[in-house]
């Protein structure tokens, strides 16, 4: 986001940008084991339902 775009904003929405920067640099990425024999591609579940083959089934 370019400066004028920041002063454009209100002092809390600045701040509330600032505090996301700050969470978003201190996340540490996830440690997820090595999984053996599961599915090649994204997660299956990543929208909260499980997904194959273009057909998706809720949970």
């Given at each position: 986001m370019s400066d004028t775009e920041k002063?454009?904003?209100?002092?809390?929405?600045?701040?509330?940008?600032?505090?996301?920067?700050?969470r978003r640099k201190a996340a540490r990425p996830l440690d997820m084991p090595k999984e053996y024999g599961g599915r090649d591609g994204p997660e299956p579940v990543r929208y909260g339902d499980y997904e194959?083959?273009?057909?998706?089934v809720d949970f």
């Open positions: 002063r454009d904003l209100p002092p809390e929405a600045i701040r509330a940008l600032a505090e996301a920067e700050e194959k083959k273009g057909i998706a």
